[in-house]
């Protein structure tokens, strides 16, 4: 009888004198944690809610999360939030959501398209890339130019070396296209952006993408474009794009002419490399006659 006095007790200490259970103590931070992140989310700055709709994006699997993802895409009236919730929609895998953010290539606003086309490429959505060959090429895969509207979305010099500032979104090439040349050409007008979109179109599988890459690699004014183009062709591993890369061997800058160099030294390993074998055909199995 005692124990089981002493056993009523313990648990009437444990909760009704006040000293929380331990999943009471875990939901009560949660609800705090939620309740600061909408405080961000709400707030009146749009950087401060920029930042909160773009850390949403480690919150993969949340449902709550990609809801105020999906809102800041669709309903701000800043663009740095409908960025930054395209951006989240990307990061955290929402692949529910590829509709909502093929639509907001309708935005007004080129950084949200172009961080829309980056979570579709994310998300396995090779609509995305339509956007990087447009901003690119100037033109769609379909052949027909753009609109004047979408020139003017994605060609904006003063919008696209702003977005060309945003390394949070993902678009600025770095790696083997010198970091010291980016800094050199931060106020330029649209090439670190230009030369993103060609990294881009490295994994695009169109072939339509392999020629723009080759077209640009060659026709290009800015050499960090050009740069970029020949470091996208070598990504690619289609040893038929070598002669452009071969061409890029007498640029005039001396850091394409080093890019297009590792581009057909891969090219040409990839071109050497042993193809697999055949499958053998497999021959119909013969059904035994029955007499």
Known sequence: MRQVFRAVSLAF???GAGIASPQASNQASIDTAWNVLN????DNNKEIRA?????LGDLDGNPKAEKAALDALKNDKEPEVRAAGAQALGEMGAKDTTTDLNDAFQDPDPSVIIAAAHSLIQLGDNR???VYYAILTGEQKTGTSLTEQQKKLLHDPKKLAAIGGEAAIGFIPFGSVA???YKLLKRDDTSPVLAAAALMLAKDPDPKSGDALANASADQEKWLVRAAAF??????EDPGLIGAAEAGLQDSKAEVRITAAAAVIHLHDVGSRPQPAPKPEKKPTRKPRKY
């Open 128 to 130: 995305g890339y339509n």
């Open 13 to 15: 200490l444990l909760t």
């Open 231 to 236: 470091q996208a062709l070598a990504k690619r």
């Open 179 to 181: 970091l010291s040349g």
């Open 51 to 55: 930042r909160a709709t773009r850390i």
């Open 39 to 42: 405080t961000g989310l709400e």
